[in-house]
């Protein structure tokens, strides 16, 4: 894998740059794809990988400073330990079901060498509307992708039946006040993946009221 720089963070306070003109962020935004799970193998970012790509990941848009999101990491032996969680509450709520579709989810999180969830926590009743705080938190996600494929990793940014289970979300941990903004999966690609459709973007320019 490419050697990739540790990007140098700023210090509070110092000046900074408006803009960052760069063809080569321009060129990996419009040829980013996401890789799905079942085709990423090793390696996956290493510890002081994942610290960069966490705090790349923060420097999003968040009003009012809320920092309205936090991240749980899962590597090594705790992803098996969470499909074992994920297979136990299938088999309560989908009993009798095939033994592949059980072993599927004890097996989910070892796709691949890493996922990151990323939690959304909002601050109810605060000036900054809860929607604006939700938003955020989806934007980390993004940024991590983008982040994670400047190093040279893979990623899918994922949800799935479990993100939205009350019984998943009380073993990770989740307050009421939490809600899981999407399971990041990053390792490296087995095979490259492919441009899918994609529509045209929409697009009008206001002009005054309608009507």
Known sequence: MTDVRKPEFPSEGETLAP?????????????????????????GPSDEQ??????????????????????IVFE???????????????????????????AFERAR????????AVISEVTPGHKIPEWE???????VCFNLLVSASAMGFAGQWLT????YDETVR????????ERVAGFVYLGTA??????????????????GPRG
């Open 19 to 43: 803009a960052h003109p760069n063809g080569e962020t321009l060129s990996l935004l419009a040829r980013r794809r996401s890789t799905v799970a079942k085709c990423m193998t090793g390696p």
């Open 50 to 71: 994942i610290a960069t790509l966490l705090r790349l990941a923060a420097r999003t848009p968040d009003h009012g400073k809320l920092f309205p999101w936090r991240f």
């Open 76 to 102: 090594g032996e705790a992803r098996s330990r969470f499909g074992e969680i994920l297979e136990a509450r299938l088999r309560e709520i989908e009993p009798g079901g095939p033994e592949e579709r059980y």
């Open 109 to 116: 999180f070892e796709r691949a060498p890493v996922v990151i």
């Open 133 to 139: 705080q939700v938003l955020s938190a989806g934007a």
């Open 160 to 163: 799935e039946w479990y993100a």
């Open 170 to 177: 009380a073993a990770l941990g989740l307050k009421q006040t």
């Open 190 to 207: 087995s095979e490259p993946p492919t441009e899918r459709p994609r529509a045209e973007p929409r697009v009008e320019r206001w002009s």
